[in-house]
C-alpha cells in the first residue's frame, strides 16, 4: 500500500532507545530527502513538455510552470476575458483560447493544468484526457458522488494517459518534515491521526467581487460563485492527505455528523447542503483511528491544525503559514511529573520545530527555488508533474491516490446526511 514516491525509503529505523537519546529531533530535519536527490542526478534531458494551462484564478499561482527547464507554457485560457489578460501576462503566453473546450484539440499541447471551478474537475480531466493529453487537475479529484470518481477512473485506464491531482498538503513544509520522520522510523507505528481544515468567513468567496466582470455580464458584483454552500464533504482532501500521503494506509469506515443553522446559505443552495462544518472519525485498512474536521463557519483559528501520533513519538502543527506556524514533537520521557491534584505522571519531552524550508534544498531545479504558495507546495506539484512526465513515472499523487484523498470526504458526507450512520468506503487501488 506504500506509495511514497518522493519519500520512500528514506534512512534507517531507529530503535527507541536511540531515538531517545537523540539530543534533537529538530536537527534531524536538516537532512535531505534521497529519493529525490536521486530523481535529480538521474535526470534525462529530453524536449520540453508542452504545457496549457485553463483557469486563471488560482492557476496563475503556478507559475513555476514557465521556469522550469524541462516545460513550457504555450497556451493558457479562461473564459472571463480580464483574467486572460492576467494568464498572458503571469505566464508570458500570448497563444490563449476562450475555453478549455478549445484549447484540448491544439494537438501542439502535451499536458493540461486545469485550475477550473471544483465542480468542473472531472468534465474537464475528462476532456483532456479523450484528447490525447496529460493532465494536472486542482483539488478535489471529483464532487458529488462516487460515481464521478469511477468515471474519471475509467477513462483514466482507458487512455492510460497520466492523472495526478494537484494536493497541495503532500508538499508542504511541516508534511515534507512528518514524512521524512517517519520513513526513518522516528515516530514509531502511527496508531492515531487527527486534522482539522479551518477556514472560517468563506462567506466572502460565496459572491463575485466585480473585479472579472463588466456590469451586467454573469460575473457581476453579488452573482453567486460556485463556492455557494459548497459542501464540507466534498473538501476533504487536504487533510486526508496529511494521513495517506504519509503511511499510504487507506480510509475504509466512516461516521460523520455535520452542523448547521438557519443561515439562508444554508437554505437555498444548488447542492441543498445543509452544513456549514462536518467532523467524521475514519477507520483505517490498519485498524487505526483518524479524525477529520471540515469546519467553514465557526469561532476558530484559520489553518490546519494537525496532529500524529506514533509508538514513539509524535508531531503536532498549528498548519498555518509563513512565520505563524508553530510546530512540537513530543517524544516519550522516564521524568516524572505530578498534575494538578498531586497525581504522579509521566511527563513527555516537548521540542519545538524549527521548520526546515524544504524548497531551498536540492530537491528541484534551481529556478524553482524560490517561496511559493501554500507552504511552498506549489512548485513541489509543478516539478513532479513535468518530472514525473518526462522520465515516464508515475506521478507521487496519482489517479489511485487521489481517490483515496478524496473519496473518504464524500462517503463522511453521505454519512452527515443519514445522521452519522456508519458507513463502507469504496476502495480503488488495483488488485
Given at each position: ?299 476558530v483559528k484559520a489553518g490546519h491544525p494537525t496532529r500524529w501520533i506514533g509508538t514513539m513519538a509524535g508531531i503536532q502543527t498549528n498548519g498555518t503559514g509563513g512565520k505563524d506556524l508553530k510546530t512540537e514533537i513530543v517524544r516519550q520521557s522516564r521524568q516524572k511529573g505530578n498534575d494538578e491534584v498531586g497525581y504522579e505522571h509521566g511527563t513527555n519531552a516537548v521540542e519545538a520545530y524549527e521548520q526546515e524550508l524544504w524548497y531551498k534544498k536540492d530537491l528541484m531545479p534551481r529556478e524553482l527555488r524560490v517561496p511559493s504558495g501554500h507552504g511552498g507546495s506549489h512548485n513541489f506539484l509543478v516539478h513532479e508533474f513535468v518530472d514525473s512526465l518526462v522520465k515516464g ?39
Open positions: 500500500m506504500q506509495k511514497n514516491i518522493i519519500h520512500a525509503g528514506l534512512g534507517t529505523t531507529q530503535t527507541r532507545r536511540t531515538f531517545l537519546k537523540s539530543s534533537s529531533l529538530a536537527a534531524l530535519g536538516a537532512s535531505v530527502p534521497s529519493t529525490l536527490l536521486s530523481q535529480r542526478s538521474a535526470f534525462k534531458k529530453s524536449r520540453k513538455l508542452r504545457v496549457g494551462v485553463a483557469g486563471g484564478r488560482f492557476g496563475n499561482n503556478f507559475w513555476a510552470f514557465k521556469l522550469h527547464p524541462d516545460c513550457e507554457v504555450v497556451a493558457v485560457t479562461d473564459l472571463r476575458p480580464k483574467r486572460l489578460a492576467k494568464m498572458v501576462e503571469v505566464y508570458e503566453c500570448a497563444n490563449t483560447y476562450p475555453s478549455l473546450e478549445e484549447m484540448v484539440k491544439d494537438p501542439n499541447i502535451d499536458a493540461i493544468a486545469v485550475f477550473t471551478p471544483a465542480p468542473d474537475h472531472v468534465d474537464h480531466a475528462i476532456k483532456v484526457l479523450k484528447n490525447g493529453k496529460h493532465v494536472l487537475s486542482a483539488v478535489p479529484a471529483c464532487t458529488g458522488t462516487v460515481e464521478e470518481g469511477e468515471r474519471l477512473l475509467d477513462t483514466v485506464k482507458k487512455t492510460g494517459l497520466t492523472y495526478m491531482m494537484a494536493e497541495t498538503s503532500y508538499y508542504r513544509d511541516f508534511m515534507i518534515s512528518t514524512r521524512d520522520f517517519y520513513n526513518k522510523g522516528l515516530l514509531g507505528d502511527l496508531y492515531y491521526f487527527e486534522s482539522a481544515y479551518h477556514h472560517p468567513g468563506l462567506k466572502t468567496l460565496y459572491y463575485e467581487n466585480g473585479d472579472d466582470g463588466e456590469d451586467g455580464d454573469q460575473w457581476k458584483k453579488g452573482q453567486r460563485t460556485w463556492r455557494y454552500g459548497f459542501p464540507p464533504g466534498f473538501y476533504y482532501t487536504h487533510n486526508a492527505s496529511y494521513l495517506v500521503g504519509l503511511t499510504g494506509e487507506r480510509m475504509v469506515e466512516v461516521s460523520c455528523i455535520g452542523w448547521g443553522d438557519d443561515d439562508p446559505i444554508m437554505k437555498n443552495n444548488a447542492y441543498n447542503n445543509p452544513f456549514w462544518n462536518t467532523y467524521a472519525q475514519f477507520k483505517t485498512n490498519k485498524g487505526n483511528t483518524a479524525r477529520i474536521d471540515v469546519v467553514w463557519n465557526s469561532p513515472r508515475k506521478p507521487a499523487i496519482d489517479i489511485y491516490e487521489a481517490l483515496a484523498y478524496t473519496i473518504p470526504g464524500l462517503v463522511a458526507y453521505q454519512s452527515a446526511l443519514k445522521g452519522g450512520e456508519r458507513m463502507k468506503i469504496p476502495q480503488f487501488d488495483p488488485a
